[in-house]
Nanobody, 127 residues
């Protein structure tokens, strides 16, 4: 199973920015589809964004135009750049890997599509 380690979370004021990183242990990272999910206090975990092995991306409406997902295959790492943060972005953010995506261009969005998960990193946005 692929191991995922998130970092970069913290406390930021509304309107600020953070960049999350997710380092993976997989040897064939370039083939994985990668995603970010989040769980806000008292709510279920929800999809944020994902990127296919060839770089196709998809975003939840709530983060579109504010968040950017990217990947560096040389570093086995996926990033989540979060700008214009809002208090409602406060959540634990989880990185996930789909190690056997159906297609190279497919962007998975359902939790069940992902095989491996990180432990999560806390993001808190103060008003």
């Amino acid at each position: 199973q692929v191991q995922l380690v998130e970092s970069g979370g913290g406390l930021v004021q509304a309107g600020g920015s953070l960049r999350l990183s997710c380092a993976t242990s997989g040897r064939t990272f370039a083939r994985y589809a990668m995603g970010w999910f989040r769980r806000a206090p008292g709510k279920e975990r929800e999809f944020v964004t994902a990127i296919s092995s060839i770089g196709t991306t998809y975003y939840a409406d709530s983060v579109k135009d504010r968040f950017t997902i990217s990947r560096d295959n040389a570093k086995n790492t996926v990033y989540l750049q979060m700008n214009s943060l809002k208090p409602e972005d406060t959540a634990v953010y989880y990185c996930a890997a789909d190690v056997r995506p159906t297609t190279a261009w497919g962007v998975p969005r359902r939790e069940t599509a992902f095989d491996s998960w990180g432990q999560g990193t806390q993001v808190t946005v103060s008003s």
